[in-house]
C-alpha cells in the first residue's frame, strides 16, 4: 500500500515564477492538507481539501491556492513567487472528513515533501 | 489553542532512555495530546496519542499527569537512528478543521 506520494522532490523558481506542486493521497484517504516548512521551523499549515473544497486556510496570502481532484489527489500553487517562498512543502492525507465527530484527533499521514528553492 | 513549550535540543547516548517534556497549561477539556517525529528532509510521521494517565505502544511511551499540563514522551533504549525532531501537539482535531498545530520541535542527537 503506497503512502503519500509527493512531486516533485526538488524544484529551483526564480522569483516571480508560478509553480505547482502535487500530492497523491494514502489508499483509502480522502483528505488532504497542505504544509509550509522553513529551515530549522516546524510546519505550517496552508490550508486542507476535502470533497475538492478548500474547507480551512491558515495565515497564507492568495498567491497560495489549490485544488483537489475527484480520485482525491491535489495541487497546491503558488504564484509570483518570492525568496521567501523557499521550504519543504508537504502534503499530509487522513481517512475521514474530519468532521465526522467522535473522539481523538485523526492521525495525519505525511508525504516526504517537495524542497523549492527560489532564486 | 493551546501552546506547547518543549525544549529546543536534547543529546542522549545510545541504549539509554529518553524522556521528552512538553508543557501546554492551557490544555482544553476535549485536547488530545500527539508526537510526531520527523526526520531531515522528510514529513512528519506519528508517534503515540493520548488523552491521561499512560499510553504505550511499540515506539514509546507517553506519561500524562493527572492535571494534563505536562507531557512526558519517553523513549526506551534509544539508538542512533531515532536522531530526529520530535513534536509535541495539543489539540482535538477535528474541532480545529483539520489543521495541526506545530511548534519547534525538540531536537534530538544521539550518540554512539
Known amino acids: 500500500d503506497a503512502g503519500v506520494t509527493q512531486s516533485p522532490t526538488h524544484l529551483i523558481k526564480t522569483r516571480g515564477q508560478q509553480v505547482t506542486l502535487r500530492c497523491s493521497p494514502k489508499s483509502g484517504h480522502d483528505t488532504v492538507s497542505w504544509y509550509q516548512q522553513a529551515l530549522g521551523q516546524g510546519p505550517q499549515f496552508i490550508f486542507q481539501y476535502y470533497e475538492e473544497e478548500e474547507r480551512q486556510r491558515g495565515n497564507f496570502p492568495d498567491r497560495f491556492s489549490g485544488h483537489q481532484f475527484p480520485n482525491y489527489s491535489s495541487e497546491l500553487n503558488v504564484n509570483a513567487l518570492l525568496l521567501g517562498d523557499s521550504a519543504l512543502y508537504l502534503c499530509?492525507?487522513?481517512?475521514?472528513?474530519?468532521?465526522?465527530?467522535?473522539?481523538?484527533?485523526?492521525?495525519?499521514?505525511f508525504g516526504p515533501g517537495t524542497r523549492l528553492t527560489v532564486l | 489553542l493551546a501552546k506547547t513549550t518543549q525544549p529546543i535540543s536534547m543529546d542522549s547516548y545510545e541504549g539509554q532512555e529518553v524522556n521528552i517534556t512538553c508543557s501546554h497549561n492551557n490544555i482544553a477539556t476535549n485536547d488530545y495530546i500527539t508526537w510526531y517525529q520527523q526526520f531531515p528532509s522528510q514529513g512528519p510521521r506519528f508517534i503515540i496519542q493520548g488523552y491521561k494517565t499512560k499510553v504505550t505502544n511499540e515506539v514509546a511511551s507517553l506519561f500524562i499527569p493527572a492535571d494534563r499540563k505536562s507531557s512526558t514522551l519517553s523513549l526506551p533504549r534509544v539508538s542512533l537512528s531515532d536522531t530526529a525532531v520530535y513534536y509535541c501537539?495539543?489539540?482535538?482535531?477535528?474541532?480545529?478543521?483539520?489543521?495541526?498545530?506545530f511548534g519547534q520541535g525538540t531536537e534530538l542527537s544521539v550518540k554512539p
Open positions: 501537539l495539543v489539540g482535538v482535531y477535528y474541532n480545529q478543521g483539520g489543521k495541526l498545530i
Open positions: 499530509a492525507s487522513s481517512p475521514t472528513g474530519g468532521l465526522a465527530g467522535g473522539h481523538g484527533t485523526d492521525t495525519q499521514y
